[in-house]
């Protein structure tokens, strides 16, 4: 194995459980379809929307979520020439 491989591997184990983490530590009160097409009666499009703790942990969960994919993509990238 090369440096690349481990560095990347403990990049991808670490993405997971933050990926995990965030997924459970997401408010769930609004699921299902009728939330999706008319919205729920409590939310908050206030000037401050973008700073709840909801907003900033989607937004936490979709660059995890990036960077687990771009490191997965990369590494595949790599070991497909590397390996060859």
């Known amino acids: ?12 184990v670490i993405a997971s459980v ?14 299902g379809l ?6 729920s009666q409590d939310s908050f499009f206030g000037r401050n929307g973008g700073n709840t703790r ?3 942990l989607n937004r ?3 660059i995890i979520v990036a960077v687990f994919f771009v490191v997965a993509l990369v590494v ?3 070991s497909a020439y590397v390996g060859k």
Do not use: P, Q, W
């Open 18 to 31: 933050a990926i995990i983490l965030s997924v459970l530590f997401t408010d769930t009160r609004n699921s």
């Open 1 to 12: 194995m090369t440096a690349v491989n481990i560095i990347s591997g403990i990049i991808l």
């Open 76 to 78: 595949n990238i790599i």
């Open 60 to 62: 936490a969960t979709a």
């Open 34 to 39: 009728n939330s999706a097409i008319g919205g």
């Open 54 to 56: 909801e907003a900033k």
